[in-house]
Structure formats: C-alpha cells, structure tokens
C-alpha cells in the first residue's frame, strides 16, 4: 500500500513540474560559436574589449578591432556571416513560440532568485542589484526569460549561478533593445530583435546575438558561453 502511494504522489509530482527540457532550447546553428553578431547593424567598439568567441556582421560597418582583441573568428559581410544571420533569426523565431510557465514582473533583481522554468514579462523590463539562477541541484537545468520590450541591467547588476546552474542553460529573448549597465555581470544567451548596448566595463559570459541592431561594446569583457563549465569566470 505503501509502495503503490508513493508510486502515484511521485507521478504527481512529475506531471506537476514546469515544463522545461531541452527541447525548449532553440537551435543556434552556426551562430553558437558566436559571442557577439547581428545581422543588420554596425559593429563598433571603444577602448579595449576583450572578447573570446567568435563576433561579427552580416550588414553594417564594422570597427574598433584594434584596439579591442579577439579569440576567435571575425566574419563581416561575406558568407559566412549570411549563414549566422540566418541561423540567428531562426534560433530567434524557434524561441519566441516557446509557451511560457510563469509571469515576472517588469523589475527583476534586488536579491530575486529564479528556478528551472520559461518566464514572460508584457513589457520592457529593468533589472536592478543581483539575480541568482538556482538549478536546484540539476545542472542540465534551463532557464528561459521572454521579454516583449526593451531590456536593461542597472549599473553594477549581477547575476549569480547557484546549485549546479550554468550559463550555457540560460536564455534571454528580447524584442526591444538591450543594455547591459557599465560594471555590471550577465550571464546567458541573448537573442535580441533590437540593439545591444554594453556599457562601461560590462561583463557577458554567454553571447548577445541581435536580428536587426546596432551593437555598441565600451571596455568589455565577453565569454563565449560553454556547456562544459557551470563556473563562472566572472571579474573579481
């Protein structure tokens, strides 16, 4: 008897759970070796960016490459860069159809810590102090955040990964633009319809992937986001 309730409270319990797998993760094609790229939009850098990934433009001018450095491959306005575009807007389109669990409210931070789930805020959205993704012991956990607006971090925002969350697992779609305050730590895939404004000494581990967008990058630091290390290589 006993067996048999813990076999139907377990089972309960299963189909209860938020829905996320990866199948929810879109595709990213040949743009997952990117840290930086949009499709249509100039690509600039001031002072001295550092960015370990590979990084470019499929449309738009392109500079600050010195004095900024790169490990990785430049592609702008050949072939290459066509077929990440194409990729981009995809991967774009594939996560946007991705049905939302739960609702955020349009402020995220301020100690606020998130769980495995695919979240949805109606409106631009800010994002003030720190923000710890929990992955509650799983480390193939996923983290999706639909944001229909603009999207920004606030100077010196943080996020923390915490039991087993990686940033490889995080992901960010934006429809609006998106700026990452100077001083500050994001963590995770943004896949973006707007701008990418990254700000004074910004830190990106993951990649910032635009439709249609300019990118502007001030003494930045960007890591290509890897599935084998949950770590963060944050500045200290």
């Known amino acids: 008897m006993k067996k048999t309730l813990l076999s139907i409270l377990s089972l309960v319990a299963l189909f209860t759970l938020p829905e996320y797998s990866f199948g929810q993760i879109p595709s990213l094609g040949t743009a997952a070796s990117y840290a930086v790229f949009t499709s249509v939009g100039a690509f600039?850098?001031?002072?001295?960016?550092?960015?370990?990934?590979?990084?470019?433009?499929?449309?738009?001018?392109?500079?600050?490459?010195?004095?900024?450095?790169?490990?990785?491959?430049?592609?702008?306005?050949?072939?290459?860069?066509?077929?990440?575009?194409?990729?981009?807007?995809?991967?774009?389109?594939?996560?946007?159809?991705?049905?939302?669990?739960?609702?955020?409210?349009?402020?995220?931070?301020?100690?606020?810590?998130?769980?495995?789930?695919?979240?949805?805020?109606g409106a631009a959205t800010s994002w003030v102090g720190n923000v710890t993704f929990d992955a509650l012991n799983n480390p193939n956990a996923i983290f999706i955040i639909k944001i229909d607006g603009a999207f920004s971090t606030a100077t010196g925002a943080n996020a923390i990964l915490a039991n087993g969350a990686s940033a490889s697992n995080i992901y960010f779609w934006v429809s609006g633009a998106v700026s990452l305050g100077a001083g500050s730590t994001f963590l995770g895939?943004?896949?973006?319809?707007?701008?990418?404004?990254?700000?004074?000494?910004?830190?990106?581990?993951?990649?910032?992937?635009?439709?249609?967008?300019?990118?502007?990058?001030?003494?930045?630091?960007?890591?290509?986001?890897?599935?084998?290390?949950?770590?963060?290589n944050c500045p200290r």
Do not use: K, W
């Not at 001018?61 to 430049?74: E, Y």
């Not at 700000?199 to 930045?220: C, D, I, M, P, T």
């Open 44 to 121: 600039g850098s001031d002072g001295n960016t550092n960015i370990t990934g590979d990084i470019g433009t499929n449309v738009g001018a392109f500079a600050g490459f010195p004095p900024g450095t790169v490990t990785g491959q430049t592609h702008v306005a050949d072939a290459t860069s066509a077929q990440v575009a194409s990729d981009v807007g995809s991967a774009y389109g594939s996560l946007a159809s991705v049905t939302c669990n739960s609702v955020l409210g349009v402020t995220m931070g301020s100690g606020q810590v998130i769980t495995p789930n695919t979240y949805c805020t």
């Open 189 to 232: 895939t943004i896949l973006t319809g707007g701008a990418i404004s990254m700000y004074e000494g910004a830190f990106l581990q993951g990649r910032a992937l635009s439709r249609a967008g300019a990118v502007a990058l001030h003494n930045n630091r960007i890591i290509q986001a890897s599935p084998a290390s949950s770590a963060c």
